[in-house]
Nanobody, 125 residues
Framework: QVQLVESGGGLVQAGGSLRLSCAASLRTFSDYRMVMAWFRQAPGKEREFVAA????????DYADSVKGRFTISRDNAKNTVYLQMDSLKPEDTAVYYC????????????????WGQGTQVTVSS
């Protein structure tokens, strides 16, 4: 069982930055091979893919809406995945969720095995 705990959300003005963290309770070799991802869900909308990173080859993937503004990274020594969010826009406002899966379809939420509780990001105009 992998547990994920997000932190770092908050209120920021448009154009500002935030860094989200996801602390993962990884214990086995298989755990460390998991794809780690960030999704977000705005009120009244479906959960949508934001970014993902594979391991051991750190291949990254991003939603078109965040490319060039967001950066996903992982520190396996700290069992933590980060999402650096720059040039934030009001439309980035959502609850951001961390997810982990052994062999998910990267952009498909149901294919991930574990989820965090979410952290709220609010971007004011």
């Amino acid at each position: 069982q992998v547990q994920l705990v997000e932190s770092g959300g908050g209120l920021v003005q448009a154009g500002g930055s935030l860094r989200l963290s996801c602390a993962a309770s990884l214990r086995t070799f298989s755990d460390y091979r998991m794809v780690m991802a960030w999704f977000r869900q705005a009120p009244g909308k479906e959960r949508e893919f934001v970014a993902a990173i594979k391991w051991p080859v750190p291949i990254k993937d991003y939603a078109d809406s965040v490319k060039g503004r967001f950066t996903i990274s992982r520190d396996n020594a700290k069992n933590t995945v980060y999402l650096q969010m720059d040039s934030l826009k009001p439309e980035d406002t959502a609850v951001y969720y961390c997810a982990a899966g052994l062999s998910p379809t990267m952009t498909h939420p149901p294919s991930y095995d574990y989820w965090g509780q979410g952290t709220q990001v609010t971007v004011s105009s």
